[in-house]
């Protein structure tokens, strides 16, 4: 099922959740809201699922305007943060709810209603918790069965806010790639709210970015990495490192130095902020023979796995912060060590002028 | 060396299992005193005094029909009291947790007035309001309502005393269900009442047993508020308190202690069950 929502504000008290929001979400992809916490992500969830008014705009299920429906009637399942199970059910009686409320004539009959639920909890691989009660069960589990609860009533839609959000990393990591298996298999269109940027872009066909309840950027994983639109998006999406200058023609002025620059349309002289990945800034030993690049000292090194974080500061004593990734097999090979003097050379730069950029500055 | 170590470590006495929490032996010793000295003692009294009377003497006093009139009345009346206090409880309990709206503090901090209020005043208020002539008996009256001076009146002091408890214990256990829960029954398809029958009730049944069994207690118990509305009539309007106060001023000190044994074990009977029944219902989601 698709679904679109148009102009769609939400305020509480003087505070504005979302802010004019147009969106389309295709039938069967599994889309993420990701933004910073009370960028109105959540919220507008909820304004989906029917369990929050908008104050004005629409909302519709495939084509049909949701407006009079009730939660009831919408056919969205929704996955909570803190699962909302059912504490004095079991498992299976969690899992059955959905069914033994439906309206006589349409309830399955309980041995339907038994095959039916063994095979959701063979699906989300806990049929042997069935008798259990939720107070015995991990967070991951939990959160599974609340998943399997969702899709007893065989939902068009499923919502999941923030379902992993009270998981421990590694259990976080296991489900989320779970979760992406299942969407593959049952296809049901998904939407699920985020504030881990990794997560989004790990699990979701496309990434939708909020904050301060407006859209800053619809794409693919891959586009909206790679181009971020904004420097918010760049900022929110990994680290970044940040040379602050002037536009002069093809190149970015930073001091004495001078950095290429892909095409913009930037002003001439305009005061700009040019942005690099950790792992776009090459590394090369200052041995007097490299040219271009920006100097810089290296700080610290540390090492996680195969790669190497080295932060560096740029001009003397406390410049400006500086963090370069690399392997740390390269790092061998060039022999940099702590307290080295270095050349920095961008492999990709993104510019944004500076007033765009401030508000991100200053936070 | 897979052979172990198989004699198991000694059990150690019962009381005496190691916890890093200093101050067991002392709390435990304390508490049973404490226990001794303000309950145990005093209703031992009371068991024994009783025993002056001998077999016979005690079945006599216990079973005037006066006396068995006031028992009838008294855990009849306390019970249906503590079981509209439970509906009536819930519903306040729900409002005050739930809604937010003007004066709700005012409301919340009203509740606990039957606690703090003087039970002879209490039962004054409500005998001259209910009376025929009353704000609230004239209304009745007519309508061939009396409640003041009748067994409806006992159960209109009891309910006024028991509401608190009702409210008390329920209030918390609802402020800990998260709204969440109930959006997740919506989002499944459950409507209000579904959702109040299947979700909210059976969560918070425990709290409202252990509601029902408090107001029940204090109910049974209940003297001040219940005498003036009652009227006392013998075999009509009598409770258990004021039969025992009836002996007492006769110096029948003996029978008085009969009455109050019969009242004490079959109160004790009731809240045991109540309280077994709650043990069953908090073992389903509480197992851990």
Known sequence: MSITVSQINK??????????????????????????????????????AGLEQADSGDVSLDGVDAAGMHVRERAVGFVFQHYALFRHMSVFDNVAFGLRVKNRDQRPSETEIRRKVTDLLTLVQLDWLADRYPSQLSGGQRQRIALARALAVEPKVLLLDEPFGALDAKVRKELRRWLRQLHDELHITSIFVTHDQEEALEVADRVVLMDHGRIEQIGTPDEVYDHPASPF?????????????????????????????????LANDAAAVGYVR???????????????GLPARVLRITSSGALASVELSRGEGEGEHLEVTVFRDTLRQLGVKEGDRVRLKPQRVQVFSAESAAPLLAA | MTALPLAPPRRAFFFRQHSVLPGFSLALGYSVLYLALIVLIPLAAVFLKSTELGWAGFWHATTQPRVLASFKLSFGASLIAAAINVVFGLIFAWVLVRYRFPG?????????????????????????????????GSILAPLGIEVAYTPVGVLVALIFIG???????????????????????????????????????????????????MAFARAVGEYGSVIFIAGNMPMVSEIMPLMIITKLEQYDYAGATAIAVVMLVVAFVLLLLVNLLQAWTQRAHQRN
Not at chain 1, 21 to 26: A, M, N, T, W
Not at chain 1, 243 to 262: K, M, N, W
Not at chain 2, 184 to 194: D, E, I, K, M, P
Request: include cysteine; hydrophobic fraction near 45%; charged fraction near 20%.
């Open chain 1, 278 to 292: 950790p792992h776009e800034l090459q590394l090369l030993p200052d041995d007097g023979k490299t040219q271009g």
């Open chain 1, 233 to 265: 998006v760049y900022g929110f999406l990994g680290s970044v490192n940040l040379f602050h200058g002037r536009v002069d023609g093809q190149s970015l002025r930073v001091g004495e130095h001078a950095i290429d620059l892909p095409s913009h349309d």
């Open chain 1, 11 to 48: 305020r509480f008290g003087s505070f504005a959740a979302l802010d004019d929001v147009s969106l389309e979400f295709p039938s069967g992809e599994l889309v993420a809201l990701l933004g910073p916490s009370g960028c109105g992500k959540t919220t507008l969830l909820r304004i989906i």
């Open chain 2, 104 to 136: 709700r503090r005012i409301m919340d901090a009203l509740i606990d007035l039957p606690f703090a209020l003087p039970t002879a005043v209490a039962g004054i208020a409500l005998a001259t309001l209910y009376a025929n002539n009353g704000w609230i």
């Open chain 2, 163 to 213: 509401l608190p408890f009702v409210v008390r214990t329920v209030q918390p256990v609802l402020e800990d269900l998260e709204a969440e829960v109930e959006e997740a029954a919506a989002c499944l398809g459950a409507n209000r009442w579904q959702t109040f029958r299947k979700v909210i009730v059976p969560y918070l049944t425990p709290a409202l047993l252990t509601g029902f069994a």
